[in-house]
């Protein structure tokens, strides 16, 4: 894929995260020159610049000797790598390393292309730099990550290549590339910026997107399976409150039932006048959901096609700016959006579960099974979606109402963009098994009925039952929840023609 930098689209990033390899714009190249060159002709004035000649944070004030400019790069990247926890998910890495690709390329950060190619080269060739999740407060910059990172580049820290963790110095040369000696303002340029932050929140935002629609079609099955009416999805009542999201969410419910032979069969003679909320308020709530994960998306597409380090350099009047790109408040309002939207999926497919395994509500067999009492059926399954949905709920508490100064208060302000935007890929796995949970509790309803449920829903049904066979007496349960999360991760349900957000 075509990498120009400030015009990736989310599809873009999207398929970055999944796979897609990454060339950059040659158009990119002068621009980058142009940078390099601006900063040369600045450090010829022989003034003290931030960034340049200068110590960083608090050191500020403390000028550097001309011919220490390499060491000081070095040495920032080194003393910087001070992540502690869990390696970063290898295809968070992968867009971290594109996200910082296409802001470096914009020219505005002064270094020089050859530094720009190692970074693409690792990308290409699999050279995936081993990072400690845990160490950034989402300002000044994804510090601690991002000097991993660019440890990695001058051969120091480790590397991940075809599968194998290895020293960096032998990742690269195994991949024919030899790690950059950094030039004035280089490792400041690698390390300082969103890039980490941002790639969680985008990784958070991707899966749930895919979750959002897997849960439209979970949902319209257990409205199914429930015998309930679709007549709440009528376009009339949404277009009278104007809400997008509503609208269209309520649009693709109805064509997920239409033609249900279940549906159809309870029109006329059904006693009941109103469905639970669950079952009813599915467009109001998705639709909320679906409203702010696109303004999240919004937020985001802006961040990842930005320049976020400092100082910035201008080549016009040769003057490198510093202020605060770095600060990932954007990012970290962004992800508690996203951790919101996630728990309420979680949250109403819950209670579609719930509803289905209690006879008074749904009218079939108590917890889904031909024969309770002997049978449990689905009353742990359950139990088990309850406590994932409660785990979100804890998690979800907003990152970004807190604050703690660093760098002897000259950071006094912090965002807590990055551990608000990693928390986001755990919390999509719970959700994935809740929906999962769902798609078996609602397959199994739709089993009970004679009737066959719409097109569209039968064949969400047969791509379960190729899997995993109805539950007709007790079996060893979780294979069964393994098997729905396995296909849920392979997208089997996120079509693309249901609403999504890139």
């Not at 997208?491 to 249901?498: E, G, M, N, S």
Request: charged fraction near 20%; charge should be negative.
């Amino acid at each position: 894929m075509m990498l120009t930098p400030g015009a990736v689209s989310l599809v873009q990033w999207r398929e970055i995260y999944r796979g897609e390899a990454v060339v950059l714009d040659v158009r990119a190249v002068p621009v980058i020159e142009a940078g390099a060159a601006a900063v040369a002709r600045i450090l010829a004035r022989d003034a003290a610049v931030y960034g340049i000649n200068t110590g960083f944070g608090k050191l500020a004030t403390v000028r550097i000797a001309d011919a220490d400019l390499e060491v000081l790069q070095r040495n920032l990247v080194l003393s910087h790598a001070a992540g502690v926890g869990e390696p970063m998910p290898a295809p968070v890495v992968r867009l971290m390393m594109a996200l910082k690709l296409g802001s470096l390329a914009q020219g505005a950060s002064g270094v020089r292309v050859a530094t720009v190619r190692l970074l693409e080269a690792m990308l290409a060739r699999g050279v995936i730099p081993v990072i400690p999740g845990q160490g950034s407060v989402g300002a000044s910059g994804d510090l601690a990550p991002l000097a991993h990172m660019a440890a990695a580049m001058i051969g120091q820290a480790e590397v991940m290549v075809g599968g194998m963790r290895m020293a960096a110095a032998d990742g690269l040369r195994q991949a024919g590339l030899v790690p950059v000696i950094l030039g004035p303002k280089e490792g400041l340029a690698l390390l300082n910026g969103t890039q980490f932050s941002t790639a969680f929140a985008l990784a958070g935002l991707f899966e749930a997107e895919a979750l959002f629609r897997a849960a439209l079609v979970t949902g319209a099955m257990a409205t199914d399976a429930a015998r309930g009416s679709d007549t709440p999805f009528d376009a009339r009542i949404h277009a009278l409150r104007g809400h997008k999201g509503q609208a269209e969410v309520a649009d693709a419910l109805r064509a997920l039932m239409a033609g249900s032979a279940i549906r159809a069969s309870h029109v006329v003679g059904d006693e009941r006048v109103q469905d639970p909320y669950c079952l009813r308020c599915q467009p109001q709530v998705m639709g909320a959901v679906l409203d702010i994960l696109r303004q999240a998306a919004a937020t985001l597409h802006s961040e990842a096609n930005g320049v976020t380090d400092n100082p910035l350099v201008f080549t016009g009047p040769d003057e490198a700016l510093s202020g605060g790109n770095f600060h990932a408040e954007p990012v970290a309002f962004a992800a508690d959006i996203i951790a919101m939207a996630i728990c309420e999926i979680g949250s109403l497919a819950e209670r579609r579960m719930a509803m289905l395994v209690d006879p008074v509500l749904s009218g079939l067999p108590a917890f889904l099974t031909p024969k309770p009492g002997l049978n449990s059926g689905f009353m742990i399954p359950q139990v088990t979606a309850a406590a994932l949905v409660s785990e979100n709920k804890g998690r979800a508490h907003p990152a970004s109402v807190d604050s703690i100064p660093t760098s002897a208060n000259q950071e006094d302000h912090v965002s807590m963009a990055a551990h608000g935007a990693r928390r986001l890929t755990p919390m999509a796995d719970n959700l994935r098994a809740v929906i999962a949970i769902e798609w078996l509790a609602a397959a199994q309803g739709c089993d009970f009925h004679d009737l066959k449920s719409s097109t569209r829903l039968e064949a969400a049904r047969a791509i379960l039952r190729a899997r995993v066979a109805r539950l007709d007496d007790d079996r060893y349960f979780a294979p069964d929840i393994e098997a729905a999360v396995a296909l849920l991760r392979a997208r089997a349900l996120a079509v693309d023609d249901l609403p999504g957000v890139a």
